[in-house]
Protein backbone atom coordinates (compact mmCIF):
# COMPACT_ATOMS: atom_id res chain seq x y z
CA UNK A 1 0.00 0.00 0.00
CA UNK A 2 1.36 3.47 -1.30
CA UNK A 3 -0.04 6.40 1.21
CA UNK A 4 -1.06 8.90 -1.04
CA UNK A 5 -1.20 12.71 0.23
CA UNK A 6 -3.08 15.60 -0.88
CA UNK A 7 -1.93 18.93 -0.56
CA UNK A 8 -4.59 21.67 -1.36
CA UNK A 9 -2.91 25.04 -1.83
CA UNK A 10 -4.42 28.43 -1.61
CA UNK A 11 -6.89 28.58 0.96
CA UNK A 12 -8.30 31.92 1.93
CA UNK A 13 -8.18 30.82 5.74
CA UNK A 14 -5.86 27.30 6.82
CA UNK A 15 -8.48 26.62 9.70
CA UNK A 16 -11.61 27.46 7.95
CA UNK A 17 -11.12 25.32 5.05
CA UNK A 18 -10.13 22.57 6.84
CA UNK A 19 -13.17 22.61 8.69
CA UNK A 20 -15.48 22.75 5.10
CA UNK A 21 -12.72 19.73 4.49
CA UNK A 22 -14.32 17.86 7.28
CA UNK A 23 -17.53 18.57 6.87
CA UNK A 24 -17.54 17.52 3.39
CA UNK A 25 -15.85 14.05 4.65
CA UNK A 26 -18.25 13.84 7.36
CA UNK A 27 -21.42 13.80 5.08
CA UNK A 28 -19.80 11.75 2.52
CA UNK A 29 -19.61 9.14 5.43
CA UNK A 30 -15.87 8.89 5.53
CA UNK A 31 -14.01 8.66 8.71
CA UNK A 32 -11.34 10.87 9.40
CA UNK A 33 -8.50 11.75 11.94
CA UNK A 34 -7.50 15.14 12.59
CA UNK A 35 -4.04 15.59 14.01
CA UNK A 36 -2.39 18.57 15.65
CA UNK A 37 0.67 17.95 18.08
CA UNK A 38 -0.42 21.31 19.69
CA UNK A 39 -2.55 20.69 22.54
CA UNK A 40 -4.09 24.72 22.17
CA UNK A 41 -4.05 24.88 18.54
CA UNK A 42 -6.29 21.52 18.14
CA UNK A 43 -8.39 23.11 21.12
CA UNK A 44 -8.82 26.20 19.09
CA UNK A 45 -9.53 23.94 15.82
CA UNK A 46 -12.38 21.98 18.03
CA UNK A 47 -13.92 25.13 19.12
CA UNK A 48 -13.65 26.22 15.34
CA UNK A 49 -15.87 23.09 14.24
CA UNK A 50 -18.49 23.50 16.32
CA UNK A 51 -19.31 26.62 15.50
CA UNK A 52 -17.83 27.92 11.38
CA UNK A 53 -21.27 28.09 10.25
CA UNK A 54 -24.60 28.02 12.13
CA UNK A 55 -26.07 25.45 10.38
CA UNK A 56 -23.01 22.63 10.57
CA UNK A 57 -22.86 19.98 13.02
CA UNK A 58 -19.75 17.58 12.55
CA UNK A 59 -19.89 14.86 15.45
CA UNK A 60 -16.40 14.91 16.99
CA UNK A 61 -14.42 13.58 19.89
CA UNK A 62 -11.01 12.76 21.28
CA UNK A 63 -9.40 9.83 20.26
CA UNK A 64 -9.49 8.82 24.23
CA UNK A 65 -12.71 9.58 24.51
CA UNK A 66 -15.43 7.02 25.28
CA UNK A 67 -17.39 7.86 22.63
CA UNK A 68 -14.69 7.60 19.79
CA UNK A 69 -15.17 4.12 18.05
CA UNK A 70 -19.07 5.38 17.57
CA UNK A 71 -17.86 9.14 16.35
CA UNK A 72 -16.39 9.43 12.63
CA UNK A 73 -14.52 12.81 13.16
CA UNK A 74 -11.61 11.60 15.70
CA UNK A 75 -8.95 14.53 17.32
CA UNK A 76 -5.38 13.51 18.22
CA UNK A 77 -2.85 15.53 19.45
CA UNK A 78 -0.27 12.47 19.78
CA UNK A 79 1.12 10.40 17.04
CA UNK A 80 -2.27 9.29 14.95
CA UNK A 81 -3.35 6.17 14.44
CA UNK A 82 -5.82 4.75 11.53
CA UNK A 83 -8.39 2.52 14.59
CA UNK A 84 -9.54 0.95 11.03
CA UNK A 85 -12.49 -1.07 12.45
CA UNK A 86 -13.27 -1.87 8.73
CA UNK A 87 -10.62 -2.52 5.88
CA UNK A 88 -12.86 -1.64 3.33
CA UNK A 89 -13.47 1.83 5.20
CA UNK A 90 -9.77 3.19 5.73
CA UNK A 91 -9.70 5.97 7.59
CA UNK A 92 -8.08 9.22 6.42
CA UNK A 93 -5.73 11.49 8.41
CA UNK A 94 -5.94 15.38 7.97
CA UNK A 95 -2.83 16.51 8.88
CA UNK A 96 -3.06 20.51 10.53
CA UNK A 97 0.49 19.78 12.20
CA UNK A 98 3.46 21.80 11.02
CA UNK A 99 5.33 18.27 10.72
CA UNK A 100 4.39 15.22 9.19
CA UNK A 101 3.28 12.87 11.86
CA UNK A 102 5.59 10.28 12.48
CA UNK A 103 2.81 7.22 11.82
CA UNK A 104 2.04 8.46 8.41
CA UNK A 105 2.43 5.61 6.36
CA UNK A 106 0.51 3.79 8.87
CA UNK A 107 -2.43 5.50 6.25
CA UNK A 108 -3.70 5.20 2.76
CA UNK A 109 -4.25 8.70 2.39
CA UNK A 110 -3.58 12.15 4.09
CA UNK A 111 -5.00 15.68 3.39
CA UNK A 112 -2.44 18.71 3.86
CA UNK A 113 -4.32 22.36 3.27
CA UNK A 114 -2.48 25.24 2.68
CA UNK A 115 -2.82 28.78 2.66
CA UNK A 116 -1.44 31.90 0.95
CA UNK A 117 0.73 32.79 3.83
CA UNK A 118 4.64 32.22 3.61
CA UNK A 119 5.14 30.88 6.67
CA UNK A 120 2.60 28.02 5.78
CA UNK A 121 3.65 27.17 2.08
CA UNK A 122 7.10 26.38 3.41
CA UNK A 123 6.22 24.60 6.04
CA UNK A 124 4.21 22.59 3.33
CA UNK A 125 7.26 22.42 1.09
CA UNK A 126 8.92 20.74 4.11
CA UNK A 127 6.46 18.26 4.47
CA UNK A 128 5.55 17.59 0.95
CA UNK A 129 9.64 17.07 0.49
CA UNK A 130 9.36 14.54 3.32
CA UNK A 131 6.41 12.58 2.14
CA UNK A 132 8.22 12.18 -1.10
CA UNK A 133 11.26 10.90 0.93
CA UNK A 134 9.03 8.31 2.32
CA UNK A 135 7.80 7.31 -1.81
CA UNK A 136 4.25 8.60 -0.91
CA UNK A 137 1.97 9.60 -3.83
CA UNK A 138 2.39 13.10 -3.34
CA UNK A 139 -0.41 15.11 -5.14
CA UNK A 140 -0.94 19.33 -5.99
CA UNK A 141 -4.79 20.57 -6.28
CA UNK A 142 -5.20 24.34 -6.06
CA UNK A 143 -8.29 25.27 -4.68
CA UNK A 144 -10.70 27.90 -6.46
CA UNK A 145 -10.34 31.27 -5.72
CA UNK A 146 -13.38 32.92 -3.72
Known amino acids: MTTRVDF ?3 APH ?3 TACQVVRKHYLAGRKLIIYHSDKRALARFDRLLWGFEPDAFIPHVSVQHPLAAQTPI ?3 D ?9 PAEPIWLLNLDNQCPSTAAQFQ ?6 SDQEQDKQSA ?4 RQYQQWQFDVR ?3 LPSR
Open 78 to 86: TAPQPLTVN
Open 140 to 142: AHQ
Open 74 to 76: LLT
Open 14 to 16: RLR
Open 109 to 114: RILEIV
Open 125 to 128: RQRW
Open 8 to 10: AFG
